[in-house]
């Protein structure tokens, strides 16, 4: 199973092995308005995907620059066409078929975060993997 959530949600054991997929893990407060949490503690998470996380860039052009959503998305997948982002995005499919897996990025809701895009990516290369998207 693929799960995904807020990296700032409650650990739950049921959340078997968690990988944050951000680009970072501090920033600048004018970047992420509604937490004064400066930075992610690696207690949080078990590992650090770096590359799976959007560029830094394409993170600012969105905070920043407030790039739409869809551009943003495209931008996103475009970033995850190399081909050492595809093999790791097949691995932590087939990875998730046989183990749960939780994606963890600081955003409260999926619907505009990068994580639940990656999570549907997943699905792709493997129909049968189960996603539990929060």
């Not at 501090?26 to 690696?42: A, V």
Request: glycine letters at 2%.
């Amino acid at each position: 199973m693929l799960k995904t959530k807020s990296i700032l949600e409650l650990q739950n054991e049921s959340d078997g092995l968690r990988i944050s997929i951000m680009s970072r893990h501090h920033w600048q407060s004018e970047i992420i308005k509604y937490t004064n949490i400066n930075k992610i503690n690696s207690q949080l998470y078990d590992l650090w995907w770096k590359e799976l996380a959007p560029s830094e860039n394409l993170v600012g052009d969105l905070y920043k620059r407030q790039l739409p959503w869809n551009q943003f998305e495209r931008r996103y997948l475009l970033e995850m066409s190399t081909p050492n982002a595809l093999k790791k995005i097949k691995n932590l499919a087939h990875q998730s078929l046989t183990e749960t897996i939780t994606l963890l990025c600081l955003e409260k809701s999926p619907k505009y975060c990068h994580r639940r895009i990656l999570a549907e990516e997943c699905q792709k290369y493997e129909p049968s993997l189960i996603l539990k998207i929060r």
